[in-house]
Structures are given as structure tokens and as C-alpha cells.
């Protein structure tokens, strides 16, 4: 399976609506990653602060989202404002999409946080047929994840490199998603023949890099393949 990493991630822009609904020429499967205002609005935005995207030395935790929209780069690429979760993502284009990554971005969120991400999620099930796979890599929130029903949502377990596993919490999850590095390791064959589930490999930007993990995996545990391109050759 081929998915639109942030909505295919280009110099041009990243999760916004307009890669959104771009990237479903391409492809059914869309993954991106969530954060909560200081007003507890969950936009869809990969960075904890503004500096990259916005211009601003501010984090995304300790400005409103009615802020943000008043920024001069916003102001100035209206496209760029980071949709809302819930009203903009979940309500208008979700349902057609046939799978949906929400990355949950690590964080100290408190219980009533994680009850209204989880409700938000509900939201987004309620508004779609697609599978909905909840990943993270803050241990906290792997932990949350697995306290989710298992016939509503499937269970990410995000890492980079192998020192990153709980093992005892892996075996909760329905996927891995590991770095595209690590995979192509050959040294690292044992690894994913102990994790034992299937891969959802972040993040391709070259087709010679699936040609590498074909080579290695002859597609045993491979499930999709996370990707910056839309033209990757999968």
C-alpha cells in the first residue's frame, strides 16, 4: 500500500488541505500527525513549534488557534493554516480515504486531553469506512493506544531505532512503523523476524530504497510503504 506521508511532504507544503485533497489522485491512504493548541483545538501539524512553518518562535502548545490564523505568514498563505482536525480534515474529506494514519505527536498530555483525543477519534470513525491506524512514538501515548477498542482502531508502534522498543508493549500493537533506515539494515532481519508484525516503513523518497527492501524482506511483514513521492514504484 501506497501512503501520502503528511499528504505527500514536498518543499511546496505539508499537511494542509490542499496536499489532502491532492494526494487522493495518487492514493486511498494518507497518514499525518496531530497536536493540541493552548486552546485545546487539535490541528493537524507535525512541528511542537512555529518556527519552520509560521515564522513565529512560538510552540504550538502555549498559542491559540485564533492566533495563529492572525500570524503575518498565515495571513499571507492562507493554505498553510494548519487544518483543524475534527471540522476540517474528519468532517469534509475523510470518507474518502481508505486508510488514515493519525500520528499523535509526543507530548505531557493530561487525561481529560487524551479523552478528548479520543473522542475525536470517535468522531473520525463515525465519519468514515477507512482503517484508522492510531501510532505515536511518546511511550505515554503508545500506552494510551493500546487502552483503544481494537475493533474501531488499529495500533501504530512508532520508533526509529531498535533501542526505542518496549518489547513487553509491542506485542499490543497491530503494526510496526519503523524508519526506512533501520529496515534497511540486513543486520536488522532478526529484529523485525522478533517484532513479527506487519510494516508500515516511513519514510520513502526514491524508488531505488524499495527496490532495497523488497531485496531484503521478499515482502514478508511488508504492509505499506510511508511516502514523501507520489510516484513511488510499490
Known sequence: MLVAHRGFRSADGENRMVDFKKALKTCKAVEFDI????????????????????????????????????????????DYLPPLFIEDFTMKISNEYEMINVEIKPDRYS??????????????????????????????????????????????????????????????????HPYLGTVKLKNNLELFKKINLPMNIWTFKKNSDVLKVRELYEDKWLNAFISDIEDLKI
Open 35 to 78: 497536536r493540541l493548541t493552548k486552546d485545546k483545538k487539535i490541528i493537524i501539524f507535525h512541528d511542537h513549534h512555529l518556527r519552520r512553518i509560521g515564522k513565529e518562535n512560538v510552540t504550538i502548545r502555549k498559542i491559540n488557534y485564533d492566533d495563529i490564523k492572525q500570524l503575518a505568514f498565515f495571513k499571507k498563505n492562507p
Open 111 to 176: 487525561k481529560t486531553e487524551l479523552d478528548q483525543l479520543k473522542n475525536a477519534l470517535y468522531i473520525l470513525r463515525n465519519q468514515t469506512n477507512a482503517e484508522i491506524i492510531v501510532s505515536s512514538f511518546g511511550m505515554n501515548v503508545l500506552e494510551w493506544i493500546t487502552t483503544l477498542n481494537r475493533n474501531d482502531f488499529k495500533r501504530g508502534y512508532l520508533f526509529e531505532k531498535p533501542n526505542e522498543i518496549n518489547w513487553d508493549l509491542i506485542k499490543n500493537f497491530d503494526y510496526v
